[in-house]
T-cell receptor, first 115, second 114 residues
Framework: SAVISQKPSRDICQRGTSLTIQCQVD?????MFWYRQQPGQSLTLIAT?????????ESGFVIDKFPISRPNLTFSTLTVSNMSPEDSSIYLC????????????FGSGTRLTVV | AQTVTQSQPEMSVQEAETVTLSCTYD???????LFWYKQPPSRQMILVIR??????QNATENRFSVNFQKAAKSFSLKISDSQLGDTAMYFC???????????FGEGTQLTVNP
């Protein structure tokens, strides 16, 4: 299965600033996903990153706050914009290959703290 | 909309013993996939086992096996011969055959005691 490199692994940011998280996959994948996870809780899907088109956002998440790029089949970025302490969380990316139910792979996550 | 419910927020087991984690789901679909993921403190999500709904035979991966009851919409995970390295958060997840998104349960924190 694919391997995902996610960067940064953690960061501490000032409120009002933005942070861009990167995910690089070692093979081409059809779908990429971005999740938010509060410590000790489940994963909440932010959006599905589509190659060559705009991301599809879940209810409660908007493009202005979480812009996503997917320039090719191996790379995606998520930006957390105009951050507030409420954005402190773990952010994970995931990828699905051509064989969907085999191919869900996750990055190691980014622990974001906003001060 | 599909929902996944894990009714056990926390569980503990002694090393070498067997433990079962529960998961129920709600769907109107007849074809779908079910997964158990493990998330240790490193945060890395690791696929433990998967089950296709059209298969009657329960999936098994070494010490991990499932009890899939389609009519009851139940998908429990049994861990045999528990090891200290099994300590982690375990998530049950669902995916429609026709879709791509995963729906996760709330998670069960499993602690294996020496």
């Amino acid at each position: 299965s694919a391997v995902i490199s996610q960067k940064p692994s953690r960061d501490i940011c000032q409120r009002g600033t933005s942070l861009t998280i990167q995910c690089q996959v070692d093979s081409q994948v059809t779908m990429m996903f971005w999740y938010r996870q509060q410590p000790g809780q489940s994963l909440t899907l932010i959006a599905t990153a589509n190659q060559g088109s705009e991301a599809t956002y879940e209810s409660g998440f908007v493009i202005d706050k979480f812009p996503i790029s997917r320039p090719n089949l191996t790379f995606s970025t998520l930006t957390v914009s105009n951050m507030s302490p409420e954005d402190s969380s773990i952010y994970l990316c995931s990828a699905m290959g051509s064989e969907g139910y085999y191919g869900y792979t996750f990055g190691s996550g980014t622990r974001l703290t906003v001060v | 909309a599909q929902t996944v419910t894990q009714s056990q927020p926390e569980m503990s087991v002694q090393e070498a013993e067997t433990v079962t984690l529960s998961c129920t789901y709600d769907t109107s679909e007849s074809n779908y996939y079910l997964f158990w993921y493990k998330q240790p403190p490193s945060r890395q999500m690791i696929l433990v086992i998967r089950q296709e709904a059209y298969k009657q035979q329960n999936a098994t991966e070494n010490r991990f096996s499932v009890n899939f009851q389609k009519a009851a919409k139940s998908f429990s995970l049994k861990i045999s011969d528990s090891q200290l390295g099994d300590t982690a958060m375990y998530f049950c997840a669902f995916r429609e055959t026709s879709g791509s998104r995963l729906t996760f349960g709330e998670g069960t924190q499993l602690t294996v005691n020496p």
